[in-house]
């Protein structure tokens, strides 16, 4: 998971708690309490939850980060009497917000790699096939030449592979080597 309860509650409150007084974060404090409270209840409530009701220990971990998040907020403008919360001059929300920002965009990054390893392994095709005796020796020659397997030479013959307007399969005539071709270099 990227967004921790903590994570949530702190991105939350900095965005709630922007132009809010000192008394308007007393309340948001205050109303969070209750909240706490509740959720509390809620998770030592017998009572049967909806089949979607949501999970009330994921919820009451959301409400105890946010009661910490408002009371940190609230701390934060007792200790620099403050009249109003910006969160340009709260430090440690701050730096919370800029780290939360690096993980979603290596997140982000990192979503966009495997979207593309995955779209270069659809495009992917792995064969077992027989060929005749004869095509067998000759393709094992070539390789034993070329210092490659077999199954290397193939590779390499079938990446030159071409086929014309008219359908017709053709390769070009190439020197097989140990250096990979662009496909196998991933």
Sequence with gaps: MIWTSEDVARDQVRRQAAGMTVDQVARAVDTTVVRVRETREELRSPAPRGEF???????????????????????????????????????????????????????????????????????????????????????????????????????????RVSVDDGGAVSVAPFTPDRTPVASEER
């Design 53 to 159: 009701g949501p999970d009330p220990q994921e919820l009451a971990d959301r409400w105890a980060a946010l009661l910490s998040e408002w009371q940190r907020v609230a701390a934060h403008l007792a200790a620099s009497s403050a009249g109003l919360y910006d969160g340009d001059q709260d430090e440690t929300g701050s730096t919370w917000a800029r780290e939360r920002e690096d993980r979603r965009t290596t997140a982000l990054q990192n979503h966009a790699a495997w979207a593309e390893q995955q779209r270069q392994k659809r495009d992917e095709l792995h064969a077992e096939f027989w060929v005749s005796a004869s095509a067998g020796q000759r393709i094992r020659a070539a390789a034993a030449r070329a210092g490659l397997s077999p199954n290397e030479m193939l590779a390499q013959l079938v990446e």
